[in-house]
């Protein structure tokens, strides 16, 4: 379903604005809606209902099945993250287009992410190093930016929640990629805390660590050469072990830490705090 694409909620919401009434629905942005765990999450928060915008790099036919029979609005951008500044000015349009009033709340869910081929960085190649570095830290940045500028006359509530990983806060070889971005994620979700905390009606953020879940990344971190990638068998020792979870569960817990009191209290955070 494409950016025009509407269901039952949409008609809904627009009577209900007619009518001058309080509306009370979510509005969620999400990338990276088409995989892992973000699939979940999208499948997950259409079946609580409001407005869903998923940018990921194609569509998905059963979301939009999956929102009418939940009588969901749900819109659907296909867009390559690596090259975000080309996406920005319309979401920025798509964001002050909407009536006035019109959300609960609105947050914003930085999850796409791309893993760079496992190597040492003296071995990394510019044409796989940069989407990965654009995807996950460039994108989340200007997107977030975009959005807070958006919205920022807005009474309703608004949150920003980036999914990071412990490879963030933690080292490891042949992983320079991936690590940069979660630390530069979570260095500049602080950062933004900072900033919104020093405004009315700023903005809630939080840069969080999912656990390790049972996806593709995973598979290619298990498949690499133990003599490009020293740390495969602790990899491989999560999967033999049982300690992945699985995409749905650990959406669960994600979408649980949103609804938090105390979302953004920390602005970096482990979902196994």
Same mark, same amino acid.
């Given at each position: 379903?494409?950016?025009?694409?509407?269901?039952?909620?949409?008609?809904?919401?627009?009577?209900?604005?007619?009518?001058?009434?309080?509306?009370?629905?979510?509005?969620?942005?999400?990338?990276?809606? $088409?995989?892992?765990?973000?699939?979940?999450?999208?499948? +997950?928060?259409?079946?609580?209902?409001?407005?869903?915008?998923?940018?990921?790099?194609?569509?998905?036919?059963?979301?939009?099945?999956?929102?009418?029979?939940?009588?969901?609005?749900?819109?659907?951008?296909?867009?390559?993250?690596? +090259? *975000?500044?080309?996406?920005?000015?319309?979401?920025?349009?798509?964001?002050?287009? +909407? *009536?006035?009033?019109?959300?609960?709340?609105?947050?914003?869910?930085?999850?796409?992410?791309?893993?760079?081929?496992?190597?040492?960085?003296?071995?990394?190649?510019?044409?796989?190093?940069?989407?990965?570095?654009? &995807?996950?830290?460039?994108?989340?940045?200007?997107?977030?930016?975009?959005?807070?500028?958006? $919205?920022?006359?807005?009474?309703?509530?608004?949150?920003?929640?980036?999914?990071?990983?412990?490879?963030?806060?933690?080292?490891?070889?042949?992983?320079?990629?991936?690590?940069?971005?979660?630390?530069?994620?979570?260095?500049?979700?602080?950062?933004?805390?900072?900033?919104?905390?020093?405004?009315?009606?700023?903005?809630?953020?939080?840069?969080?660590?999912?656990? &390790?879940?049972?996806?593709?990344?995973?598979?290619?971190?298990?498949?690499?050469?133990?003599?490009?990638? *020293?740390?495969?068998?602790?990899?491989?020792?999560?999967?033999?072990?049982?300690?992945?979870?699985?995409?749905?569960?650990?959406?669960?817990?994600?979408?649980?830490?949103?609804?938090?009191?105390?979302?953004?209290?920390?602005?970096?955070?482990? &979902?196994?705090?």
């Amino acid at each position: 379903m494409g950016a025009g694409g509407r269901f039952s909620l949409q008609t809904a919401l627009a009577a209900t604005l007619a009518d001058n009434r309080t509306m009370t629905h979510p509005l969620t942005i999400l990338t990276g809606a $088409t995989r892992g765990m973000g699939r979940a999450m999208a499948s +997950q928060l259409l079946r609580a209902g409001g407005v869903l915008l998923c940018i990921s790099r194609g569509t998905d036919a059963t979301l939009a099945e999956e929102a009418q029979r939940a009588g969901a609005v749900l819109h659907q951008w296909p867009h390559d993250l690596s +090259q *975000p500044q080309a996406l920005t000015p319309r979401l920025r349009q798509w964001l002050a287009a +909407q *009536p006035a009033g019109s959300f609960s709340h609105a947050t914003l869910i930085n999850n796409a992410a791309l893993l760079p081929p496992i190597a040492p960085l003296r071995d990394a190649e510019d044409d796989a190093l940069v989407p990965a570095l654009r &995807v996950g830290l460039e994108a989340p940045m200007l997107l977030t930016a975009a959005f807070l500028a958006a $919205t920022r006359g807005w009474a309703a509530q608004r949150r920003v929640l980036n999914i990071s990983s412990g490879l963030g806060r933690r080292a490891m070889a042949s992983q320079s990629g991936y690590c940069a971005v979660k630390a530069g994620m979570d260095h500049f979700t602080r950062c933004l805390s900072l900033e919104e905390a020093a405004l009315p009606n700023g903005a809630r953020v939080c840069s969080l660590a999912p656990g &390790v879940i049972d996806t593709a990344m995973q598979v290619q971190l298990r498949g690499t050469d133990a003599a490009r990638f *020293p740390d495969v068998g602790n990899f491989i020792g999560l999967k033999d072990k049982g300690l992945l979870a699985s995409p749905e569960a650990a959406a669960r817990q994600v979408l649980a830490w949103l609804e938090r009191p105390d979302f953004g209290a920390n602005p970096v955070a482990d &979902v196994r705090d």
